[in-house]
T-cell receptor
Framework: DQQVKQNSPSLSVQEGRISILNCDYT??????FLWYKKYPAEGPTFLIS?????DKNEDGRFTVFLNKSAKHLSLHIVPSQPGDSAVYFC??????????FGTGTSLTVIP | AAGVIQSPRHLIKEKRETATLKCYPI?????VYWYQQGPGQDPQFLIS???????DKGSIPDRFSAQQFSDYHSELNMSSLELGDSALYFC??????????????FGPGTRLTVL
């Protein structure tokens, strides 16, 4: 059973515009969430995290929003750059245990 | 800054052979996680260790075993390899203390191909 879902397998955005990647989860015990960026044949690279006590965390061009009541989080990238083109995974964990990954969203930023 | 090291980066084996994958966590990290990512799939959690003890177990086949050693490096041992074991195997490490609490840092992965 997929506890973390990314319903958009792909997304194309023009350079300079905002990219919004979405993630839904089912387990209300999740208390820590991460977004990863992954290039082909490489390990995931950590982007940004958020704990369940917050509803927003910002780091440069990346902002993650958490809506606990809707069990939904999103990653905003603004402005989008061609180097942001990659597969983005959201992941969630409860009480410091294993992370459950979504299926990923492939972002293409068009120059 | 030091990152998670995995070796080998690429490994080719034949069916029914054995393979050993190694993971060296970031210094002072106490927890190691193993993930398997098949072609076109999201990473699946296999097993994790905290302070050299198994802390959590996911979808790890009985043919696989793992351990964490006194220097905190971990090894994933895979026996009776099957074609379906061909995947990218990631190791991640984290610390339960400090400013990066619970953040998992991933290694570059080992690409295993079973022929």
């Amino acid at each position: 059973d997929q506890q973390v879902k990314q319903n958009s397998p792909s997304l194309s955005v023009q350079e300079g515009r905002i990219s919004i990647l979405n993630c839904d989860y089912t387990n209300s015990m999740f208390d820590y969430f991460l977004w990863y960026k992954k290039y082909p044949a490489e390990g995931p690279t950590f982007l940004i995290s958020i704990s369940s006590i917050k509803d927003k965390n910002e780091d440069g061009r990346f902002t993650v929003f958490l809506n606990k009541s809707a069990k939904h989080l999103s990653l905003h990238i603004v402005p989008s750059q061609p180097g942001d083109s990659a597969v983005y995974f959201c992941a969630a964990s409860a009480f410091g245990n294993q992370f459950y990954f979504g299926t990923g969203t492939s972002l293409t930023v068009i120059p | 800054a030091a990152g998670v090291i995995q070796s080998p980066r690429h490994l080719i084996k034949e069916k029914r052979e054995t393979a050993t994958l190694k993971c060296y966590p970031i210094p002072r990290h106490d927890t190691v996680y193993w993930y398997q990512q098949g072609p076109g799939q999201d990473p699946q959690f296999l097993i994790s260790f905290y302070e050299k003890m198994q802390s959590d177990k996911g979808s790890i086949p009985d043919r696989f075993s793992a351990q964490q050693f006194s220097d905190y490096h971990s090894e994933l041992n895979m026996s009776s390899l099957e074609l379906g074991d061909s995947a990218l195997y990631f190791c991640a490490s984290s610390s339960r203390y400090g400013t990066t609490y619970n953040e998992q840092f991933f290694g570059p992965g080992t690409r295993l191909t079973v022929l």
